[in-house]
C-alpha cells in the first residue's frame, strides 16, 4: 500500500531554512505527481507546492510560498523534498507529503522566536 513518510520539521526562527523529506514506498513513484500540503491551527489544509512526473518538470506554488519554497523529487530514492528559505510565522503548520492517493503523517513546522 502507499506509504508516505514525511521528516525535517522542527522548531526555526524567522527568516530561517528548513528542508522537509518524504519518503515513498507501496508505488512506482516516478508515475506520479506530488504534493506537499499544509494546515495551520484553525485553518484549512492548503496545497503549498506540486511538482510533475519527472524531476526537473512542471512545479506550482501557492502564492503564498512563491520566491521562498522549492519542490524537486529524486525518483532514484523515491523522495520528495520542499526546501523552505525565508520562514515566516504565517508558515507555521503540520506540513503533510501526498501522492498516489494516500498521505503522509505530517511534520511539524514552527517558525518563532
Known amino acids: 500500500q502507499v506509504q508516505l513518510v514525511e521528516s525535517g520539521g522542527g522548531l526555526v526562527q524567522p527568516g530561517g531554512s528548513l528542508r522537509l523529506s518524504c519518503a515513498a514506498s507501496?508505488?512506482?513513484?516516478?508515475?506520479?505527481?506530488m504534493s506537499w500540503y499544509r494546515q495551520a491551527p484553525g485553518k484549512e489544509r492548503e496545497l503549498v507546492a506540486r511538482?510533475?512526473?519527472?524531476?526537473?518538470?512542471?512545479?506550482y506554488y501557492a502564492d503564498s510560498v512563491k520566491g521562498r519554497f522549492s519542490i524537486s523529487r529524486d525518483n532514484a530514492k523515491n523522495t520528495v523534498y520542499l526546501q523552505m528559505n525565508s520562514l515566516k510565522p504565517e508558515d507555521t503548520a503540520v506540513y503533510y507529503c501526498?501522492?498516489?492517493?494516500?498521505w503522509g503523517q505530517g511534520t511539524q513546522v514552527i517558525v518563532s522566536s
Open positions: 507501496g508505488f512506482t513513484f516516478s508515475n506520479y505527481a
Open positions: 501526498k501522492g498516489a492517493g494516500g
Open positions: 511538482i510533475s512526473i519527472s524531476s526537473g518538470a512542471s512545479t
